[in-house]
Structure formats: structure tokens, C-alpha cells
């Protein structure tokens, strides 16, 4: 088991419900990622966060709303979601920038957009 | 723009047998490459790590190669087992910070 952790596992919602998917690492690192993964396409980075900082958004609609109040902890608040963005949502976090560290991931949450 | 490409999609063998999946990649100019297993609906768990500098990683029955100027990598899993059955991907992170760039994964069933 990684020291990565995601709540929900699972979730369902409709388009107009307002959720969020939390990650918490206790690895004492300092960069966290979102992740989206949806079938037939490759892993896609959504957010970027370094020291609570966030240093990317990949193009990613409004309608995801990414929260880091510390290193540890990440959210992604969701709201007016479409049909299209039922994936599995991924979080990761490394121990610097550098490129150089690995990255872990967690065991993601599944959601599903009805 | 790097892309990453795993050819194949999919790929089956008999237990024992040597398991060998490819990952290319269009921009040489990596900072390293990591690849990753995925088990069915479950998170990524990260296998190895090459830094650009090295050409080869082992551990235990994996090793991976990499060829920047040709843009490649190989994964082989000497003898392989049914619980080798899962989704491999790799991804690079370019020069310029930690974003991975992701392929399409390789699903490998190990039959027994």
C-alpha cells in the first residue's frame, strides 16, 4: 500500500451536485498532482501543486477546482460536471520539482457522471 | 509537443516466457522516464526510474533500457508470472519541470 490516500474510492453524482475528491500523502513531500484517466487515452496531469503553490493547470475546465492547504493535503472540488468527465481521478506526489524524484500515486477515486 | 507511444496495446504469454514492451517517445530531449504498473482500477505503482544519464535500472526480474537518441525504451520481465498480469505504462518528464508525459500502457496477461 502507498502512503498515498484518496477518499472517496468510489462516486457517483449528477451534473448539478457539487462534490470533492480529497488526497492526503504521508510521505513528507512537497509537490502533489492530479491526474485524470479516462478509458481509450492516455494519463493526463490536471494540476500541479509545489508548497501549496500551484505552478500548473493543464488547460483544465473551470468546472474542476483544485485546493492545496498544505503540503500533505490536496482537494479537487467538482461542480456542473459533464458525462464526459466520468474517469479515474489520480493523485500523486513527489519529494521536490526537480524532475528527478519518483512520483507516488494513489489508488484513485472513480467517478461517474450521470 | 512530446508524445509517448507503447506499442502493443495488448500483449499475451504463457508463464515463463520473457516479457518484452516497448515505449518510444518523439522528443529526446527527456529529463528521465519512469515506468509504472497498473493493476485493473487500481492506482500506479512506479517500477523504475531512469535519469537521462543512464542507459539501463534492474530490479529484480525487471530491466529497463533507454535510448535517447533514438527515443526508445525497453522493458523486459525475465520469467514472467501470472501475477505480472496488469497495465504497464511510461512516461517521461521533459526538461523543463516534473510533468509526466504519459503512454497509452501496454496490457500484458501472463496465462498460466
Known amino acids: 500500500e502507498t502512503g498515498v490516500t484518496q477518499t472517496p474510492r468510489h462516486l457517483v453524482m449528477g451534473m448539478t451536485n457539487k462534490k470533492s475528491l480529497k488526497c492526503e500523502q504521508h510521505?513528507?513531500?512537497?509537490?502533489m498532482y492530479w491526474y485524470k484517466q479516462s478509458a481509450k487515452k492516455p494519463l493526463e496531469l490536471m494540476f500541479v501543486y509545489n508548497f501549496k503553490e500551484q505552478t500548473e493547470n493543464n488547460s483544465v475546465p473551470s468546472r474542476f477546482s483544485p485546493e492545496c492547504p498544505n503540503s500533505s493535503h490536496l482537494f479537487l472540488h467538482l461542480h456542473t460536471l459533464q458525462p464526459e468527465d466520468s474517469a479515474l481521478y489520480l493523485c500523486a506526489s513527489s519529494q521536490g520539482m526537480a524532475g528527478t524524484y519518483e512520483q507516488y500515486f494513489g489508488p484513485g477515486t472513480r467517478l461517474t457522471v450521470t | 509537443k512530446q508524445e509517448v507511444t507503447q506499442i502493443p496495446a495488448a500483449l499475451s504469454v504463457p508463464e515463463g516466457e520473457n516479457l518484452v514492451l516497448n515505449c518510444s517517445f518523439t522528443d529526446s530531449a527527456i529529463y528521465n522516464l519512469q515506468w509504472f504498473r497498473q493493476d485493473p482500477g487500481k492506482g500506479l505503482t512506479s517500477l523504475l526510474l531512469?535519469?537521462?544519464?543512464?542507459r539501463e535500472q534492474t530490479s529484480g526480474r525487471l530491466n529497463a533500457s533507454l535510448d535517447k537518441s533514438s527515443g526508445r525504451s525497453t522493458l523486459y520481465i525475465a520469467a514472467s508470472q501470472p501475477g505480472d498480469s496488469a497495465t504497464y505504462l511510461c512516461a517521461v518528464v521533459v526538461a523543463a519541470g516534473n510533468k509526466l508525459t504519459f503512454g497509452g500502457g501496454t496490457r500484458v496477461l501472463v496465462k498460466p
Open positions: 531512469i535519469q537521462s544519464s543512464q
Open positions: 510521505l513528507g513531500h512537497n509537490a
